[in-house]
């Protein structure tokens, strides 16, 4: 059965002080509300991962880092590893966030490395795909996403495909206020369930969680988290506010 997730992607926000007071009050407001069958994640800078993990009740929240090194150890200034993320108590990563493609100029060269090195130190990725405005308005949004996935994830076998968490965020709807009609989220994400059954088979698509990530809202959550094939969401700016993400926990 595939898992309800909500995973909040705090990006470059909140010192380590302000990220595990929110990380304590998410906790709290969690532990509280009898919010249950639903998987949060709290993905945090690299330098917030240990405070955090020691500031949450391990049984109810997962700690996400926003990223990792390509490589295992080296000469590489400035880098974080997997193996450094997993020794933070850390679990999850999230991998190819489009901010990460625009601004970094990740490939999917670089991105297949990082998902050897999050898999190899046993760590969930939640992989990240999606479109540009551009490629919606010019209808090419599907052949776009599935070369994405075609270049990467999909060159893994199934075993380990199964080890991985999917999120699909439409570039053109992420901090922009616009967000994806509740069709628009579902016809995606059923078109990447039905790439891997393609792919693979029909049993590993329905094994694999797959969330939306463009500004999903306390305000359309429950309308998103409706659809059959919309497992939950990867939340940026919803996320720093912890009522506001318990909200969007709850729309389940």
Same mark, same amino acid.
């Given at each position: 059965?595939?898992?309800?997730?909500?995973?909040?992607?705090?990006?470059?926000?909140?010192?380590?002080?302000?990220?595990?007071?929110? $990380?304590?009050?998410?906790?709290?407001?969690?532990?509280?509300?009898? $919010?249950?069958?639903?998987?949060?994640?709290?993905?945090?800078?690299?330098?917030?991962?240990?405070?955090?993990?020691?500031?949450?009740?391990?049984?109810?929240?997962?700690?996400?880092?926003?990223?990792?090194?390509?490589?295992?150890?080296?000469?590489?200034?400035?880098?974080?590893?997997?193996?450094?993320?997993?020794?933070?108590?850390?679990?999850?990563?999230?991998?190819?966030?489009?901010?990460?493609?625009?601004?970094?100029?990740?490939?999917?060269?670089?991105?297949?490395?990082?998902?050897?090195?999050?898999?190899?130190?046993?760590?969930?990725?939640?992989?990240?795909?999606?479109?540009?405005?551009?490629?919606?308005?010019?209808?090419?949004?599907?052949?776009?996403?599935?070369?994405?996935?075609?270049?990467?994830?999909?060159?893994?076998?199934?075993?380990?495909?199964?080890?991985?968490?999917?999120?699909?965020?439409?570039?053109?709807?992420?901090?922009?206020?616009?967000?994806?009609?509740?069709?628009? $989220?579902?016809?995606?994400?059923?078109?990447?369930?039905?790439?891997? $059954?393609?792919?693979?088979?029909?049993?590993?698509?329905?094994?694999?969680?797959?969330?939306?990530?463009?500004?999903?809202?306390?305000?359309?959550?429950?309308?998103?988290?409706?659809?059959?094939?919309?497992?939950?969401?990867?939340?940026?700016?919803?996320?720093?506010?912890?009522?506001?993400?318990?909200?969007?926990?709850?729309?389940?």
């Amino acid at each position: 059965m595939r898992k309800k997730i909500v995973a909040g992607n705090w990006k470059c926000n909140t010192t380590v002080k302000e990220g595990v007071e929110l $990380a304590k009050s998410v906790n709290e407001l969690v532990l509280t509300s009898g $919010a249950k069958d639903v998987v949060v994640v709290l993905g945090a800078p690299f330098t917030h991962l240990t405070s955090i993990v020691e500031a949450v009740d391990a049984d109810r929240i997962d700690v996400s880092s926003q990223n990792c090194a390509a490589e295992p150890k080296g000469a590489f200034t400035g880098e974080v590893s997997a193996s450094m993320v997993k020794s933070t108590g850390a679990t999850y990563v999230i991998l190819g966030h489009s901010e990460r493609r625009e601004y970094y100029h990740e490939t999917s060269v670089t991105l297949n490395k990082k998902l050897t090195q999050v898999l190899e130190q046993g760590l969930t990725p939640i992989y990240c795909c999606g479109e540009a405005l551009a490629i919606r308005e010019a209808g090419t949004q599907n052949e776009y996403v599935k070369q994405q996935l075609d270049e990467t994830i999909f060159l893994l076998p199934s075993e380990q495909l199964l080890k991985l968490v999917i999120a699909y965020e439409p570039i053109w709807a992420i901090g922009t206020g616009v967000t994806a009609s509740t069709q628009q $989220a579902q016809d995606m994400l059923s078109f990447i369930r039905g790439l891997i $059954a393609n792919k693979y088979n029909k049993e590993v698509a329905e094994e694999i969680s797959i969330l939306y990530g463009g500004s999903c809202s306390p305000s359309n959550a429950k309308d998103l988290f409706s659809q059959p094939d919309i497992d939950g969401g990867l939340i940026g700016g919803a996320s720093l506010k912890a009522p506001d993400f318990l909200a969007i926990i709850n729309a389940y």
